[in-house]
């Protein structure tokens, strides 16, 4: 896998312009316990690139997403919502956290997000750092046959 990009502040809101969550897989999500009380939170999507050439359609990328000193985070998973489909995306940056969110948190379109938002969210984490790659397939898997 390659090197994760670290992800500043003032990044947010191109990184949000670069995909396109809305409608994405969450495809898994790891809680990496590192010591007593040092976590990580790994949130791994499918979702598609933003359009950069009106002729062609998206690609769809497998994206990580990775919180290191994680201070708190909720992945709750009720009947009546979808199970890995990403209803909304919100990340923000407040009091020195960034917070993540995946699914929908009931804000109008170019409404920022506020901590108690993400903390009403199904399926949200906070932490200090934030890095993002996007994984691409090993050689191995890419040569495989598909079923």
Do not use: C
């Amino acid at each position: 896998m390659s090197e994760m990009i670290r992800l500043q502040p003032h990044e947010v809101a191109k990184f949000l312009r670069a995909y396109r969550f809305i409608g994405g897989r969450l495809r898994a999500v790891k809680v990496v316990h590192k010591g007593a009380r040092v976590v990580a939170v790994e949130l791994h999507t499918r979702v598609r690139e933003a359009i950069t050439d009106l002729g062609k359609d998206p690609r769809h990328v497998r994206l990580r997403l990775r919180l290191n000193g994680v201070e708190e985070f909720r992945f709750q998973m009720r009947p009546s919502q979808p199970k890995s489909k990403i209803t909304d995306a919100r990340i923000g940056y407040h009091n020195g956290l960034f917070y993540v969110t995946l699914d929908s948190i009931g804000l109008e379109p170019g409404e920022t997000a506020q901590v108690f938002d993400f903390r009403a969210s199904e399926v949200f984490a906070a932490g200090r750092e934030l890095f993002w790659d996007v994984v691409t397939k090993g050689p191995a898997e890419s040569d495989a046959p598909k079923p």
